[in-house]
């Protein structure tokens, strides 16, 4: 096990797992999951890296797929945090030794998870299950997650170089960004009808587009009646992080899905592209670049896309 522990125990307890680094209470969860999860043809599994836009992901999806179900002014988004209405398969589902049953689940059914595609279940590979991966670019995720650590009051000061340097090993919750964006995006190239590879910059800037995308591969593509009447523009406002954030169940809850004790609002920040360069040096930048683009190097990937 190799931890990055240090007098101040600001890094969290890592083991080296199947190839990627995750909590050691998660590995009995994923082989759970790995080993007893049957998919459907028609489940949508979310994925992620932690901090590369899952929350606004997952509400965006949930409210495209139950939009004849729930109009947005009765939306569960309002009482519910996203992580709560589309919980994680290895940190919620299959926790604390659970064997969930899914049967009373209608489909399709929605699910999430931040496990690199290598790890997922033979089941999901194997089915027509569809992927919805977002990717971040890699300098905004550490900045992200920098800020949701120190939300913690034990890690409140943890210095912004260790969480840097921590990257730059690739010493991140389930897998540098080396390792994770490039699976999900070979798939995506090779099996576009099975993986739809988003990037956040993309969906930051023209979200109508992205949400429309969206619908389409997951099955349940806009009607032109919906796109005259403005729906997905109304979706994309109501899912926007600036809303999701003044709810009061964001402003003032806790997360329930999880077994973390975590307020709602420490999922909830600026939520912008780019600011990363309010942070680190450039000195740093041009350092983790260099590595990125050298660690990507023959992938297809280039670190300038800035996801």
């Not at 992620?48 to 409210?63: E, N, V």
């Not at 689940?105 to 033979?122: G, N």
């Amino acid at each position: 096990m190799a931890d990055g522990s240090n007098s101040q125990n600001h890094t969290p307890n890592f083991t080296h797992f199947q190839g990627f680094w995750c909590r050691p209470e998660f590995v009995s969860n994923i082989i759970s999951f790995q080993n007893h999860f049957q998919a459907l043809d028609d489940d949508i599994v979310l994925a992620s890296k932690p901090k590369a836009g899952t929350t606004w992901l997952k509400s965006l999806a949930f409210t495209i797929l139950n939009r004849h179900c729930f109009p947005l002014s009765d939306s569960p988004l309002k009482t519910t945090n996203p992580h709560d209405l589309v919980p994680y398969f290895e940190m919620t589902h299959y926790s604390n030794g659970r064997l969930p049953d899914f049967a009373g689940i209608s489909s399709p059914r929605l699910f999430a998870t931040h496990l690199p595609y290598h790890a997922l279940p033979e089941s999901i590979k194997q089915s027509n299950a569809r992927i919805v991966y977002i990717a971040r670019n890699p300098l905004d995720i550490m900045v992200s997650m920098w800020h949701f650590q120190r939300s913690k009051p034990e890690r409140a000061d943890w210095p912004l170089d260790e969480c840097f340097q921590q990257f730059c090993r690739g010493e991140e919750e389930f897998g540098g960004f080396w390792d994770h964006v490039p699976g999900y995006r070979t798939q995506s190239m090779e099996n576009p009808k099975k993986v739809l590879f988003l990037k956040y910059k993309e969906m930051k800037g023209n979200p109508v587009v992205e949400i429309k995308k969206m619908a389409e591969f997951m099955g349940c593509p806009f009607s032109v009646e919906e796109e005259k009447e403005g729906a997905i523009e109304e979706i994309a406002e109501f899912c926007s992080l600036s809303s999701l954030k003044n709810l009061e169940v964001n402003k003032s809850g806790t997360l329930k899905a999880v077994s973390w004790n975590r307020p709602t609002k420490s999922f909830f920040r600026k939520g912008e592209a780019g600011d990363y360069v309010n942070h680190p040096s450039p000195s740093a930048v041009e350092r983790y670049s260099k590595l990125v683009e050298e660690k990507l190097s023959g992938s297809g990937l280039t670190f300038k896309m800035c996801c």
